[in-house]
């Protein structure tokens, strides 16, 4: 009878494994959901939510760009999402340094505007309904063996710079003040760290597109910081959260036939709620 | 990537010259002129807006002067790791996930240099430091759990693992009750025998007269300078404070000066 359901349960994980757009699916699923856990632990105590969100709108133009010089090939993509996200966002940095207006609002301009630039460019093909639900909401299924391999190195790469400069990220993040007594190059850093936003964003592009991005970086981020109180154990947890998610939104998402980026987000959301509510109770007992 | 130079030690810990400080149009700090020795204990008293904190910045070479100059040891603040801001606690995101003793280690990221991690030796200097603020027993702690004096007491040693010679503290007293500021006051005491230099923000003049060397007496220009008897004066206390100072019959001066921060 055990044995009976275990194998039962086991067919019900195995099988949409033969597929191999699954396979490719849940290898990005776990790495797009690692890297941006990660990053999005400096985001959530930076309080950057809006600068994410903003950034990852704003990379639509290049896409669509680069979507219309390609015909429509998939693989350039990336390296326009990478180009437009890295460009964005020191620039967004430099005009919020500026300090003529306030940084939401400056961030907000450039965010709605370049977005709006973005769907105007696609709109221009005919069949631009199904492309643009696709950079917006992701298509995480339609990841090819080469997009998984840039996805590998790039967020690797994000994974080393942080290891690399994880003390003086901790210190610019925590007391600017002491980074600044202390001699680093706070505005390098800065800009270093908004340069690793920026590549996460273009590495999470196709997995959950650019609407969803926010829920990546902010939320696994967000339940870890509930249940830790240190920032190593917290990029772990958050790391944890965000791939346990990515795997079962697209088993979800594969059973249940929902789109997938919404499956890996909704899953990610009622992690956090279960933990919000749990830690919760826990404070008030 | 972390600039050291050398100290001239002929020269005074902090000399401060001509200095002017525009802050969005108005001016924070005009004409400062003074100079610390090595070791002493200086209140720097002034009513909100005085622009000790701005003082402090300048200091610590965080905020650019915009004319005159502030050296320590005959250079200026920009290449030396020996000036440690204690920043105050109001400005602090206490929710921050790091322990206490991540905190301290903070101080120690210019020794570790570009690329290193922490060694044993600095873990060593961090528990020291910790000891030698009495807080030893919470190392492990979540930096939100301790008490605003012992918030203090962290950040002491924190500057205490940078090395510090010159500690820059801000408002360090405002928000404790009376123990934990006494408990502070005493360690402040013990910082002069390892002959680190000390400037403390202060709104309390009772405070200053009793528990420092010199008071420095700061309303946007230097209103005075010198030990406590010299300092407050009921003429110089109402050139800092303004209207907001009252004497009463006993002598005993009171500033009508409700909040904390500049």
């Not at chain 1, 950057?48 to 010089?69: K, N």
């Not at chain 1, 249940?227 to 059973?255: C, E, K």
Request: glycine share 10%; net charge neutral; charged share 15%.
């Amino acid at each position: 009878m055990i044995a009976a359901m275990t194998i039962e349960i086991l067919n019900y994980l195995l099988d949409p494994l033969e597929y191999a757009f699954m396979q490719r699916g849940l290898a990005a699923a776990v790495m797009v959901g690692v890297v941006c856990a990660v990053v999005g632990a400096y985001v959530v105590l930076r309080g950057m939510a809006f600068f994410g969100d903003a950034l990852a709108h704003t990379i639509l133009p290049g896409v669509a760009v680069g979507y219309l010089l390609g015909g429509g090939a998939r693989e350039p993509l990336f390296w326009w999402a990478l180009g437009t996200a890295v460009a964005a966002s020191l620039g967004i940095g430099a005009i919020t340094r500026g300090g003529r207006i306030k940084e939401d609002t400056a961030i907000g301009v450039i965010f709605a505007g370049m977005f709006a630039l973005g769907i105007a460019i696609i709109s221009t093909v005919r069949s631009y309904a199904v492309d643009l639900s696709h950079f917006l909401f992701g298509d995480i299924l339609g990841v090819t063996g080469e997009g998984l391999l840039w996805m590998a190195v790039f967020g690797g790469l994000a994974l080393l710079v942080i290891a690399a400069f994880y003390k003086e990220f901790l210190v610019i993040s925590f007391d600017p003040v002491l980074a600044a007594t202390l001699r680093l190059p706070v505005a390098l850093l800065n800009n270093i760290l908004l340069a690793l936003i920026a590549i996460t964003v273009a590495v999470a592009m196709q997995a959950v597109g650019v609407s969803l991005m926010v829920a990546m970086l902010v939320t696994p981020a967000a339940t870890a910081y509930l249940l830790t109180r240190r920032l190593q154990h917290m990029m772990a947890l958050a790391a944890s959260f965000a791939a346990f998610s990515g795997v079962v939104g697209l088993y979800v998402s594969y059973y249940v036939g929902i789109a997938s980026g919404s499956a890996i987000v909704l899953t990610a959301t009622l992690c956090f709620g279960l933990v919000y509510i749990l830690q919760t109770k826990k404070r008030n007992s | 990537m972390y600039p050291h130079v050398h100290h001239q030690t002929d020269r005074p810990i902090l000399e401060v010259q001509r200095l002017t400080v525009h802050y969005e149009e108005r001016r924070a700090l005009d004409d400062i002129s003074f100079h610390l020795h090595a070791g002493e204990r200086v209140a720097v008293v002034g009513p909100n807006g005085a622009g000790k904190s701005t003082l402090f910045k300048v200091v610590a070479g965080v905020l650019p002067p915009g004319s005159g100059s502030a050296h320590v040891y005959g250079s200026g603040p920009g290449g030396h790791v020996c000036i440690a801001y204690l920043p105050q606690r109001s400005q602090v995101d206490w929710r921050f996930p790091v322990s206490v003793a991540d905190v301290v280690m903070m101080g120690r990221i210019a020794k570790l240099g570009f690329l290193g991690w922490p060694k044993k030796s600095d873990w060593a200097f961090v528990h020291r430091a910790l000891e030698t603020v009495g807080m030893e027993a919470l190392s492990r702690r979540q930096i939100g759990e301790l008490s605003g004096g012992q918030q203090q007491r962290m950040f002491i040693a924190r500057a205490l693992a940078q090395e510090a010679e010159l500690m820059l503290m801000d408002e360090p007293l405002a928000g404790l009750d009376a123990p934990a500021q006494d408990g502070l006051l005493l360690l402040l005491g013990d910082l002069r025998q390892r002959g680190v230099t000390v400037m403390v923000a202060t709104h309390d003049l009772e405070q200053a007269a009793r528990h420092f060397d010199r008071i420095l007496l700061l309303n946007r220009r230097l209103v005075a300078f010198g030990p406590a008897g010299e300092v407050l004066q009921p003429e110089k206390l109402v050139a800092a404070f303004g209207g907001r100072i009252q004497i009463d019959r006993a002598g005993q001066v009171l500033v009508d000066d409700c909040c904390h921060d500049d």
